[in-house]
C-alpha cells in the first residue's frame, strides 16, 4: 500500500500521488472520492499527469 501523508491539499495530493505513481511504474489509477469531489479530483490528476478513472 502507497500512502501520501505529505499532502496539505486536493493537488499537494494529486502531485504527490502522481509522483509515487510513476515511482512504481503505473500509467494510471482509480481514484475513489465523494460523488461532489469527482470532477476536481480526476482535473487534479490530469493536471498533475495522471490518467484516473474517479468514482
Known sequence: MYTDHDAESAI???????????????????????????ARAVRDFAEAGVHVLGI
Open 12 to 38: 499537494d495530493n494529486a502531485d504527490n500521488s502522481a509522483r509515487i505513481i510513476r515511482d512504481i511504474g503505473a500509467v494510471d489509477a482509480v481514484v475513489v472520492t465523494s460523488a461532489n469531489h469527482v
